[in-house]
DNA sequence: CGATCTTGCATTATCGATAATTCATAGGTT
DNA sequence: AACCTATGAATTATCGATAATGCAAGATCG
């Protein structure tokens, strides 16, 4: 048990403190909304009606708006409003690609970087990952899946490209949890990450790749095969 | 000189009408004088200075800043400020190899919509490119090469990738203007657009798929190769 | 009857002022 | 001397109100 709070608590802290700015936490649930499909692809967004819902000012909203279109969540049209980013196979396949690019590309950087901190905080986010399956709560497994990823691309220590797997990721997911029926097998998913921790602790660079290859290659089932590298 | 100018009113119609938009006026500046280099690597943005300089209110400014922020010209810290983006030579070249594949991957798709607009854009683009050219004007051919490129891309329909290849290309050619003597071969840069267009309107997938990777591999030098697939 | 031109409404864009946060510095305590 | 603690200046975050824009419905004209 008090292994169980110390590792909530350390996920808890990976997150910058942002949650006292109240355009952050309307971020925080309007993200939610649109990966679950509560709010539905192509849907308007109002920011007065928002601001009404949220009980904050419109400036506030904007600015969650503006945080959501950094994500490709939402498109805003100048003076026309913000509508619910659409999410097709086409666009989500491509993602899935790019995202296995990105992230098995650089693994010789992540290991030569990896240290005692990386491995604490991604048992600690392996941990969370397994309460939220236990709990059922798909999308709170989503969100720590997300952070593992981050956290071990950020070790990388190629900033300007981190922001391009975090878009990737959440549209992953997006379209996983829009195109699935819910609360299939949550613990398997968070079992899935064990062995990339273990070649990550073995330090092996090619072991890694396959792996993470894999793993990103069968979280949507895209018809044929996304193994093969089609691209150049 | 009647060509001429069609031409260049065509571009124009090109960008969304949003000049009308203080905030994206100043988005626009910001973003040249970050590309140039006039505002350096690590260097702090206040809010309220650069409101006083542009002659608008914060919160105008910082909806500027926020866009940047999409394309990662700057990063903002809640609470502590926005600063210029680094410009590393790792982060650049993964970008560089991320633009490859993401341009290069989906050439069949761009080929099979390819249509008399997208030609006619394409020819008005290179047009524009030449005459900044011969301006000596580098960032305006910088501003229509990205134009070009995507507007290419956004052909193949996958409006939630396009974003990632705007922010590819925007650190491509930040790093290409940070790193080198100014006005090199300016005509020769826009000239080398010529047989991607030829391949297009020929449309032959894999002709283009060879001239756009050495297209983007040459953009900068860097080191051993760029054109080995060296990812998967 | 169709096309163009107003007019009003819904919504976004901008502003100026106020509140909240951070950071550095100075002062006090052990 | 090391360590808190409090104060104040600088800056960001939020608010409420006003201006500007776009859209649709109705009016006017050929």
Same mark, same amino acid.
């Given at each position: 048990m008090a292994v169980e709070?110390?590792? *909530?608590? &350390?996920? &808890?802290?990976?997150?910058?403190?942002?949650?006292?700015?109240?355009?952050? #936490?309307?971020? %925080?649930?309007? =993200?939610?909304?649109? %990966?679950?499909?509560?709010?539905?692809?192509?849907? #308007?967004?109002?920011?007065?009606?928002?601001? =009404?819902?949220? =009980?904050?000012? *419109?400036? &506030?909203?904007?600015?969650?708006?503006? =945080?959501l279109s950094e994500e490709g969540?939402?498109?805003?049209?100048?003076?026309?409003?913000?509508?619910?980013?659409p999410c097709h196979a086409d666009d989500a396949r491509a993602l899935?690609?790019?995202?296995?690019?990105?992230?098995?590309?650089?693994?010789?950087? %992540?290991?030569?970087?990896?240290?005692? #901190?990386?491995?604490?905080?991604?048992?600690?986010?392996?941990? #969370?990952m397994r309460n939220a399956a236990r709990d059922g709560d798909e999308y709170l497994l989503s969100v720590h899946d997300r952070a593992f990823h981050t956290r071990l691309f950020e070790t990388a220590d190629l900033p300007l490209v981190t922001p391009i797997l975090t878009r990737c990721l959440i549209h992953n997911h997006r379209y996983k949890i829009l195109n699935s029926q819910p609360n299939r097998a949550l613990e398997e998913t968070a079992e899935r990450h064990v062995p990339i921790l273990h070649a990550l602790e073995a330090r092996d660079v090619e072991a890694l790749r396959g792996l993470l290859s894999h793993h990103i290659a069968t979280i949507v089932d895209f018809g044929p095969d996304l193994t093969s590298v089609d691209g150049a």
């Amino acid at each position: 048990m008090a292994v169980e709070s110390f590792s *909530q608590s &350390t996920v &808890t802290e990976l997150v910058p403190r942002q949650s006292s700015r109240r355009s952050h #936490a309307l971020f %925080v649930a309007l =993200q939610k909304e649109i %990966v679950l499909g509560q709010l539905v692809p192509e849907q #308007a967004l109002t920011e007065l009606d928002l601001a =009404q819902r949220f =009980q904050c000012s *419109q400036g &506030t909203v904007r600015e969650a708006l503006m =945080q959501l279109s950094e994500e490709g969540l939402v498109k805003r049209l100048p003076n026309r409003g913000t509508h619910v980013a659409p999410c097709h196979a086409d666009d989500a396949r491509a993602l899935l690609e790019l995202r296995r690019d990105v992230e098995c590309r650089h693994l010789d950087r %992540v290991v030569s970087r990896a240290d005692a #901190a990386l491995k604490g905080d991604l048992h600690a986010l392996l941990n #969370a990952m397994r309460n939220a399956a236990r709990d059922g709560d798909e999308y709170l497994l989503s969100v720590h899946d997300r952070a593992f990823h981050t956290r071990l691309f950020e070790t990388a220590d190629l900033p300007l490209v981190t922001p391009i797997l975090t878009r990737c990721l959440i549209h992953n997911h997006r379209y996983k949890i829009l195109n699935s029926q819910p609360n299939r097998a949550l613990e398997e998913t968070a079992e899935r990450h064990v062995p990339i921790l273990h070649a990550l602790e073995a330090r092996d660079v090619e072991a890694l790749r396959g792996l993470l290859s894999h793993h990103i290659a069968t979280i949507v089932d895209f018809g044929p095969d996304l193994t093969s590298v089609d691209g150049a």
